[in-house]
Structures are given as C-alpha cells and as structure tokens.
C-alpha cells in the first residue's frame, strides 16, 4: 500500500490529462458545418466544455434545428473526433509525471469522462497513458453525465474506492461539481478562461491552470490532506 493509505484518484480526461478540446472544438465544427451551420466558433465550443459529447450534440441539434436523429449526429462526430484524436493528441507533461508518480507509488487510479469508450481507449492508448490508467468510466456507460456524480461514484466502484476515499482532477466547473456531489475532493486546474468562482468546492483551486499544476505539489498536497 502507498504512503497515501487507501486513497485513490480519478482524473477528467479532456482538458485534465490531455488537450483534447481543439480536437472536439474540429469535429464538431466539421460536423456543424456539413449540416449548414457555418458560424460554430472557440467561443461557442468553450461554453460546452464539461459537458459529455452525447449531451452537447444534443443541445447544438436543438439549437440549431438539424434534422438527422441525436445517435447518428453522435457517431459522426465521434468518427470525426478520433480521426483527429490519433494524428496527435498532446498530454500535459505534468499531469504525466503525476500519473507515473501515483503509479509508482501503488495508488489506484481511474479515468472518468464525457468522451466514448472508444475516444477514451484512442486517447489512453496513443499517449501511453493506458500504460497506468487501466481503469476508465465513459459518461456513455452511466444515465448521467457530469455534473451529475454518476462517472465518478461508478469509477470509484470499479477501483474498489468508498467516494470519501477519492480525490478528482477536473478542469471544468460541471467537473467540479459532480466530484463535490460525489462525496470527493478535487483537484481543479481550469481552463485559462474559466471562471474561478465556479470552482469553489474544490478542495484545490490552482488559479493559473495547466501551468501552475505540478506533480510533486499535487502529489504533496494529497499527503497532507
């Protein structure tokens, strides 16, 4: 057992681990696009992010009056989505470091996300993340996707984890907030243009995002929590 007793840490995916969302931002554009919808922008994309793909396919169907049903909008972007994923998809270095330290030290750890299964094994499996990160939850395997608790309570079941016992990584307020209605503590690292206010349950608020995360600090602060 690690020096952290029986804790055990879920991490977000996209946003958290990886950036994905230029990836999502494309597939959905292109989708959009191909629909006649022509003025999809990063703004309107960053104001769903958080949210799981089938939801926000969803919304952007009603929003936008398009004719095909939710499932087949769905696996065209999902198709399009990991045509994108496995050219490239960037792991932020620290958050590396942070799974390999967790590993090394023996903690469980788990992935629970808005993507597909598939999008999430592209993901984990291109970057060599699935090396340590054998245990995932896609929103698509639950009956709510975040900011209902439901990935992270169903990740917390598969590691063998009471949710008290649990510390979530998030970088989106939805994120955030299914963690804290989970019964767990997170770590948010949010987006450059996040609001901070919406980040208040979090346990750990690192204010400046990716770039001030660090594993050792991370790793720090879970040992004197």
Known sequence: MSDLGGLAVIFDLDGTLVDSEPNYYEAT???????????????????LVGISTLETVALLRDRHGLRPPVAELLAETNRRYLELARTGTRVYPEMRKFVELLAAEGVPTAVASGSSPEAIEVILAGTGLGAHLRTTVSADEVPRGKPAPDVFLEAAHRLGAAPADCVVLEDAAPGVAA????????????????????????GLLLRGGQAEFTARAAYDWLMSS
Do not use: K, N
Request: with cysteine; aromatic share 6%.
């Open 179 to 202: 963690a804290h209605a989970a019964g767990m503590r997170c770590i948010a690292v949010p987006s450059a243009t996040a609001r901070a206010d919406l980040f208040g349950t979090a």
């Open 29 to 47: 554009r292109q989708l959009l696009a191909r629909h006649g919808v022509m003025d999809y922008t990063w703004a309107a994309h960053e104001r």
